[in-house]
């Protein structure tokens, strides 16, 4: 039986399809083709430069600052319908967030790709989905860093007395600061992100702790003026499913760990173990939080209209004011918000270097490889944003409900490929196995569709859809007259999705040979100059060729000539051989051409192309589908 080495050295088995009789085996026989496992930077020099010795506490620890922060403003609105009906949100809402959990440790543990959602999202969605997850997912986190700085401007005015126009000036300031710490980045933003992060689970357990002795259940969590069940459940479904959507606030942001993929050497296994402690953590201070705030004076009548809820138990237990207790929110405040400033610019840098954006997006400093571009764009729109919600101050609850919609379509997104690849790519190494497998991503998708419902037609507005629908509609019209003229593979994808791209190639085969359309195709063939064992080999009509990267492989390429079976070098090292279907005239290169750059892509074309290496054709997504993974011995008897 053939073998193949895998990226970790381990030789996996496989049954090899030849040409003459492949239209008989079944879809089955077909996917076993390939076994790839390994980790993403194995061999990698280049990504060893950007890794921090990060364990998996401060990936937990990055999760608290947005998570824990907020804990302590904007969730109490929901109370409107009742405590009871609160909790059963809140239940319902955390075991769906945890579920969405579990699916990003598996989805991690094989695939760590530090773009976020839409780099999954890119192969088992499509290349159109993909996008508009990606910027679903930026502006998630960009929109959660205006309310930051909208509420440190809000906190700071009410404590001081001051004047409501500072709060220009705070925002400023608070944009300032985050930039500092993101810029400065390396070390020192784990550092200051540890520390921020204690402080503000420190402060979250005062409250607790603190605000128990003041605590009457009894008495202040049922709502006033109310008799019997609708003391407890006020308003049936219908506020039941306004209140639901507040619960998601405890949560937002925990699922943004996987970022931090490309700065830690062993994401497969820290980032699990991250997630899930930041997650169980989380479960628990919420529910503390919700039972120890509604049991304080003045009750929930009174607290639901808060927006800062914490404040009436702070106030209690130091015998200090209620403008004066407002300022111990303020650092949990300001490091959620710097949370999420961090999340934003490994978002957009990432989405610079496919080419979802402009390319500039994805520079970083050279020595600190942090996307400070990316860092200032999101500071820009953000700040753009606190000043819409301090002139028209009903838009800052739409805009925490558009937050609420783009990210619950985002999550269902992440569930969609993680059952896509449970069910199609089952043979890619996993370092953690979902517990709940396909059916806790069922359960989560039917819970945030839920939301969604929630969020469209039960909060007696419809300017988040509305708001919703026009954001889809005009990234739509970005991507399809700007983005699919120069999109391509980043580097990051290269290295971490081609292993699914080939998984997804070894699918579509198997569907044309069901359907008996498979075409016998000239071979090349590409292998590892440590290993003669390795072989991938390319189906394709003989034509031009392409360069593509295979990310941290070192490889040579040749081509097997039909008449001699010999094998003769075509290029040197980091690259493989395609052929293309067709391409635009203005990136069509004579051969031996050098690219200065990753050529453009066309209509519905990824190139993804090596600078200093020789480009004849751009290649075409559908080529990519094509490869296929064969055994060099088999090639030799064709």
């Not at 991250?274 to 997650?279: I, P």
């Not at 379509?409 to 190494?429: A, C, E, G, N, Q």
């Amino acid at each position: 039986m053939p073998r193949v080495y895998c990226d970790d050295g381990v030789v996996s088995n496989f049954e090899q399809v030849s040409n003459h009789d492949e239209e008989s085996h079944d879809s089955k026989q077909v996917e076993e083709v390939i076994n790839i496992r390994g980790d993403q930077f194995d061999g990698n020099e280049k990504a060893d430069v950007n890794l921090l010795k990060l364990k998996y506490t401060d990936l937990w620890a990055v999760g608290l600052t947005t998570a824990i922060g907020s804990h302590f403003f904007s969730w109490s609105s929901g109370l409107s319908s009742g405590f009871g009906s609160y909790v059963i949100a809140l239940w319902f809402v955390s075991t769906g967030y945890f579920c969405l959990i579990l699916c990003i440790s598996e989805l991690s543990s094989a695939l760590p790709f530090a773009g976020g959602a839409y780099g999954i999202a890119r192969v088992t969605l499509g290349i159109y989905p993909g996008f508009l997850i990606a910027c679903y997912d930026c502006l998630k986190s960009i929109l959660c860093v205006a309310s930051a700085a909208y509420s440190v401007g809000r906190i700071i005015t009410t404590a001081t007395n001051g004047a409501t126009e500072l709060q220009f000036l705070y925002w400023g300031l608070f944009y300032m600061y985050g930039l500092a710490i993101n810029g400065r980045g390396g070390v020192f933003f784990w550092r200051i992100n540890k520390i921020t992060a204690a402080i503000s689970v420190a402060l979250l357990l005062i409250f607790v702790l603190g605000s128990i002795k003041y605590a009457d259940f009894e008495e202040y969590a049922p709502l006033t003026g109310r008799e019997g069940n609708d003391k407890w459940f006020h308003g049936g479904m219908q506020h039941f499913m306004h209140a639901m959507p507040t619960a998601t606030r405890f949560f937002v942001g925990i699922q943004s760990i996987d970022l931090t993929c490309g700065q830690i050497r062993s994401p497969k296994t820290e980032v699990p173990k991250g997630s899930l402690g930041a997650v169980t953590t989380v479960m628990f201070t919420s529910f503390a939080v919700l039972f120890v705030a509604c049991s304080l004076k003045p009750g929930i009548s009174v607290l639901q209209k808060s927006l800062n809820p914490l404040t009436y138990g702070y106030a209690a237990m130091f015998g200090i004011p209620y403008n004066k207790a407002l300022c111990l929110s303020l650092p949990p405040t300001i490091t959620y918000g710097v949370g999420y400033m961090y999340f934003y610019g490994k978002q957009l840098s990432a989405m610079g270097r496919s080419g979802l954006l402009p390319f500039a997006m994805g520079n970083e400093i050279s020595v600190r490889n942090t996307p400070v571009a990316a860092h200032i764009a999101g500071a820009v729109i953000g700040y753009a944003v606190c000043i819409l919600m301090y002139f028209e101050a009903h838009t800052k609850v739409e805009l925490n409900n558009v937050v609420i919609l783009v990210a619950m379509v985002t999550y269902m997104s992440i569930f969609l490929s993680f059952v896509f690849l449970r069910l199609y790519f089952p043979t890619i190494k996993r370092e953690f196995i979902s517990p709940v497998g396909v059916y806790g991503a069922v359960y989560g998708f039917l819970v945030f569709a839920l939301v969604i419902v929630a969020t469209s037609g039960y909060q007696g507005e419809y300017l988040a859809i509305e708001s919703f629908g026009v954001i889809t509609v005009l990234a739509s019209v970005y991507y399809y007259f700007v983005v699919q003229k120069r999109q391509v593979f980043s580097e990051e994808e290269r290295t971490v999705m081609f292993k699914a791209y080939l998984m997804k190639s070894n699918m579509a085969r198997s569907k044309r040979i069901k359907r008996g359309t498979q075409h016998h195709h000239q071979q090349y063939q590409l292998h590892a100059t440590n290993s003669k064992d390795r072989i991938y080999s390319v189906p394709s009509v003989p034509s031009e060729s392409n360069i593509a990267s295979v990310g941290s492989l070192s490889t040579v390429i040749a081509q097997r000539h039909t008449d001699t079976n010999a094998l003769h070098p075509m290029v040197n090292q980091d690259s493989f051989s395609f052929t293309a279907n067709s391409a635009p005239s203005s990136v069509r290169r004579g051969h031996g051409d050098i690219a200065d750059q990753t050529p453009p892509v066309g209509s519905r074309r990824i190139a993804p192309a090596l600078s200093s290496l020789s480009v004849h054709k751009e290649l075409d997504l559908q080529d990519v589908e094509c490869l296929d993974l064969v055994d060099a011995d088999d090639m030799q008897k064709d």
